[in-house]
């Protein structure tokens, strides 16, 4: 049951990525950028397969898991209305999702290991581009000061929120059968210090450093 909770958490957000990443294709500025988003889709819809292949393999029904997830709140990635919020999202949410990969790598459910160490190389590359556009975009955004804080910290939250509940019982639980590799605390701990980096690099420093707010 656990693992089945762990799987439905990673497949919804990948489905949940799907079509955000498509509602994105029509705020992209360029054609690249359209193009670009063409390929993450692309990936998201195939990371999501794999989900349920696993699944299969466990005698998990993953697929209705996901949807009744999918009308529950809050949304595992806000909503877009403007090219910064994918930037923000591909900065921040595809990163928490590959700390939480990284620690089910060596998972004692083998099946469910090997996803993840499949799909990390691909998610950090949309993390590491998500990244690079949002310091070259962000510092030059033509908003009001207050609203593009509210637009940062939503989209932080939405990431913290990707790494798990730290100190629950089934975090506990995970950790002692070999479900997991590291506690929930741990990975919220060192996302912190990729988070702390990167708003230090557009322009706000004074949100590090971000595990004192979250822990």
Not at 48 to 54: D, I, M, T, W
Not at 111 to 137: C, F, M, N, P, W
Not at 166 to 190: C, F, H, N, Q, Y
């Amino acid at each position: 049951e656990i693992v089945a909770k762990m799987l439905t958490s990673h497949a919804y957000r990948e489905l949940l990525a799907v079509a955000r990443f498509n509602d994105a294709i029509d705020l992209a500025p360029t054609d690249t950028d359209r193009e670009y988003l063409d390929h993450v889709v692309e990936e998201e819809q195939e990371h999501y397969k794999k989900c349920l292949g696993v699944a299969s393999e466990l005698d998990i029904d993953l697929e209705p898991r996901v949807l009744k997830r999918l009308g529950q709140h809050p949304a595992g990635i806000p909503n877009f209305y403007i090219w910064t919020d994918f930037l923000l999202a591909h900065a921040f949410n595809d990163t928490a999702g590959i700390y939480v990969f990284e620690g089910i790598v060596g998972s004692k459910v083998k099946s469910y290991s090997d996803l993840h160490e499949a799909i990390i190389t691909e998610e950090r590359g949309h993390s590491e581009a998500g990244a690079k556009l949002l310091v070259s975009h962000f510092p030059h955004l033509n908003l009001e000061s207050g609203h593009k804080e509210r637009l940062l910290r939503i989209h932080i939250d939405a990431g913290i929120r990707c790494l798990g509940k730290p100190d629950s019982l089934v975090d506990r639980i995970a950790v002692e059968k070999g479900l997991k590799m590291k506690s929930a605390k741990d990975t919220i701990v060192a996302y912190c210090e990729y988070a702390d980096d990167l708003v230090r690099k557009i322009g706000y420093s004074h949100f590090a450093p971000l595990a004192k707010r979250y822990l």
